[in-house]
């Protein structure tokens, strides 16, 4: 196989070689006029006739994806960045000369085209040309068409070709850029300011995880890249912007898998004089809409199972969760720390020492409970020892005001009502710092600039994260991250 595909390399080497004599080599003189897939859309319903007696002049520009010669006359599919339409090309109407140009050309070639639309006999719209351009050699065959690329690792490395050949590849990322549009479009019409906040930071905030660390060498400084813009979001808020939001990159130094990458796409916005309560709300509604915008439905299909996201979404305390799918807890105390770490070890993981009931709780509901909730949830009242940047509920400190949204089994979104308290935040950050000198790698710094901040103040405030990485998996039925990232993070190539 790759002794053939060497040997096809060697011809279109050889075919470009004699182009570039001729000088016909790389033109950039063609400019197309039409789409493929806005052609099909603007012809669905005329027929031969009405084509014949409307004659529909068009120049489209696209890669050769299959022909069929016969003789005389021959057939193509040229595929452009809207979907594909059908070429009839004809030594009569080209020439011999441009006839023959064709008859040379490669599958994979990118092409323009010229001439009039009609419909064949089968009824397949399709365009007569009348004048063909070889604009770019593709030196490298595709791969075989009933096979296509099948291999996950080059589908990554490769995913210009990934592109080319899969139209499923395409449509994810369609999808994608559709649920951006949406969720943008919506935060906009609410009110809310699109900022941008810096990706290398002195201090790393916002999340408890592992950062990237990199160095200044003019400032000869330690630089962080980002794990979440939620601190610097927040100033913003202190500062006087009561609606702001940032679909932002954040990077983290951790493992890879079907749901993490190092580098993934959060949405986090802020909003002043609001509560977790009403984020649950713009989340319901954001990603409903989403949805709509992409998949014109609220009911989802993924990994077989039917979601709908049309009804309100479920909201239930982890205690209740945790309760509702373990039957020998349904009756405990939950805020026992010598119980849960019993029930810990009993499902086979360890418990360190200096976790309270509150960690404890939440390793349980990880490992029993969120890989259930296929139906979307909203998870409440997480505890305050996991909950080092939500403020603390009225009724009950040990709890917070805060939410995680799972579907499908994996977390997608995670807001709370802001701690504003510039005391209780620098106490806890006080012990997620103890935590990192402990060997916590994940803990967060203390970030006195950030306690400044609050001592000017900041009203009252709701903050979400939302993946949009995830949502995306949701909506395009797949079942890794790394689907739907143009550009993975894979393992350097063997030579």
Same mark, same amino acid.
């Given at each position: 196989?790759?002794?053939?595909?060497?040997?096809?390399?060697?011809?279109?080497?050889?075919?470009?070689?004699?182009?570039?004599?001729?000088?016909?080599?790389?033109?950039?003189?063609?400019?197309?006029?039409?789409?493929?897939?806005?052609?099909?859309?603007?012809?669905?319903?005329?027929?031969?006739?009405?084509?014949?007696?409307?004659?529909?002049?068009?120049?489209?520009?696209?890669? /050769?994806?299959?022909?069929?010669?016969?003789?005389?006359?021959?057939?193509?599919?040229?595929?452009?960045?809207?979907?594909?339409?059908?070429?009839?090309?004809?030594?009569?109407?080209?020439?011999?000369?441009?006839?023959?140009?064709?008859?040379?050309?490669?599958?994979?070639?990118?092409?323009?085209?010229?001439?009039?639309?009609?419909?064949?006999?089968?009824?397949?719209?399709?365009?007569?040309?009348?004048? /063909?351009?070889?604009?770019?050699?593709?030196?490298?065959?595709?791969?075989?068409?009933?096979?296509?690329?099948?291999?996950?690792?080059?589908?990554?490395?490769?995913?210009?070709?990934?592109?080319?050949?899969?139209?499923?590849?395409?449509?994810?990322?369609?999808?994608?850029?559709?649920?951006?549009?949406?969720?943008?479009?919506?935060?906009?019409?609410?009110?809310?300011?699109?900022?941008?906040?810096?990706?290398?930071?002195?201090?790393?905030?916002?999340?408890?995880?592992?950062?990237?660390?990199?160095?200044?060498?003019?400032?000869?400084?330690?630089?962080?890249?980002?794990?979440?813009?939620?601190?610097?979001?927040?100033? /913003?808020?202190?500062?006087?912007?009561?609606?702001?939001?940032?679909?932002?990159?954040?990077?983290?130094?951790?493992?890879?898998?079907?749901?993490?990458?190092?580098?993934?796409?959060?949405?986090?916005?802020?909003?002043?004089?609001?509560?977790?309560?009403?984020?649950?709300?713009?989340?319901?509604?954001?990603?409903?809409?989403?949805?709509?915008?992409?998949?014109?439905?609220?009911?989802?299909?993924?990994?077989?199972?039917?979601?709908?996201?049309?009804?309100?979404?479920?909201?239930?305390?982890?205690?209740?969760?945790?309760?509702?799918?373990?039957?020998?807890?349904?009756?405990?105390?939950?805020?026992?720390?010598?119980?849960?770490?019993?029930?810990?070890?009993?499902?086979?993981?360890?418990?360190?020492?200096?976790?309270?009931?509150?960690?404890?709780?939440?390793?349980?509901?990880?490992?029993?409970?969120?890989?259930?909730?296929?139906?979307?949830?909203?998870?409440?009242?997480?505890?305050?020892?996991?909950?080092?940047?939500?403020?603390?509920?009225?009724?009950?400190?040990?709890?917070?005001?805060?939410?995680?949204?799972?579907?499908?089994?994996?977390? /997608?979104?995670?807001?709370?009502?802001?701690?504003?308290?510039?005391?209780?935040?620098?106490?806890?950050?006080?012990?997620?710092?103890?935590?990192?000198?402990?060997?916590?790698?994940?803990?967060?710094?203390?970030?006195?600039?950030?306690?400044?901040?609050?001592?000017?103040?900041?009203?009252?405030?709701?903050?979400?994260?939302?993946?949009?990485?995830?949502?995306?998996?949701?909506?395009?039925?797949?079942?890794?991250?790394?689907?739907?990232?143009?550009?993975?993070?894979?393992?350097?190539?063997?030579?």
């Amino acid at each position: 196989m790759e002794q053939e595909r060497n040997d096809q390399m060697q011809v279109r080497w050889e075919k470009l070689a004699r182009w570039r004599r001729e000088g016909q080599a790389y033109p950039n003189g063609f400019r197309k006029d039409a789409l493929a897939g806005d052609l099909q859309r603007r012809c669905a319903d005329m027929d031969a006739a009405a084509l014949e007696q409307e004659p529909i002049l068009a120049r489209l520009g696209g890669r /050769l994806m299959s022909r069929r010669i016969m003789g005389k006359a021959s057939f193509a599919d040229l595929q452009d960045g809207s979907g594909r339409l059908q070429i009839f090309l004809g030594r009569d109407d080209l020439g011999e000369g441009l006839y023959g140009q064709f008859r040379d050309l490669d599958l994979g070639d990118i092409i323009g085209v010229e001439g009039i639309l009609f419909r064949t006999k089968t009824g397949e719209l399709s365009l007569r040309a009348s004048s /063909l351009h070889l604009l770019a050699k593709a030196l490298r065959p595709l791969p075989e068409k009933w096979h296509g690329l099948n291999d996950p690792e080059i589908r990554f490395r490769q995913r210009y070709v990934d592109l080319i050949v899969t139209e499923e590849t395409r449509r994810t990322f369609q999808i994608r850029a559709g649920a951006i549009a949406s969720i943008r479009q919506g935060l906009l019409e609410q009110g809310f300011l699109e900022v941008e906040t810096p990706m290398m930071q002195p201090i790393p905030g916002g999340a408890a995880a592992r950062p990237f660390v990199t160095h200044h060498h003019a400032l000869d400084m330690t630089l962080y890249l980002r794990i979440a813009p939620e601190l610097y979001l927040k100033r /913003l808020v202190v500062g006087g912007f009561e609606k702001v939001f940032e679909i932002n990159r954040n990077f983290r130094n951790e493992g890879i898998s079907t749901r993490h990458n190092p580098e993934f796409t959060m949405l986090e916005w802020y909003e002043a004089y609001a509560d977790y309560r009403q984020a649950m709300d713009r989340t319901e509604a954001l990603i409903r809409a989403a949805a709509l915008a992409t998949l014109r439905t609220e009911k989802v299909r993924h990994e077989e199972r039917d979601l709908d996201l049309g009804r309100p979404f479920a909201r239930i305390s982890v205690a209740e969760a945790v309760r509702s799918h373990n039957p020998d807890l349904r009756d405990a105390n939950l805020r026992d720390p010598a119980l849960l770490g019993e029930k810990l070890h009993d499902l086979g993981f360890p418990v360190h020492a200096s976790w309270g009931w509150g960690k404890r709780l939440v390793e349980i509901f990880e490992k029993t409970v969120e890989g259930q909730l296929q139906q979307p949830t909203f998870i409440t009242e997480y505890p305050t020892e996991v909950s080092p940047l939500a403020r603390c509920n009225d009724l009950d400190p040990e709890i917070t005001d805060r939410f995680e949204l799972f579907i499908a089994g994996r977390e /997608l979104a995670n807001g709370f009502s802001e701690l504003n308290d510039p005391e209780d935040q620098a106490l806890r950050f006080q012990r997620q710092a103890l935590a990192k000198e402990a060997g916590d790698e994940e803990a967060m710094f203390f970030d006195s600039d950030y306690i400044r901040a609050l001592e000017y103040g900041m009203p009252p405030t709701a903050g979400v994260g939302l993946g949009i990485d995830r949502l995306v998996m949701l909506l395009a039925d797949q079942p890794s991250i790394r689907e739907v990232i143009l550009f993975p993070h894979l393992r350097p190539e063997q030579p």
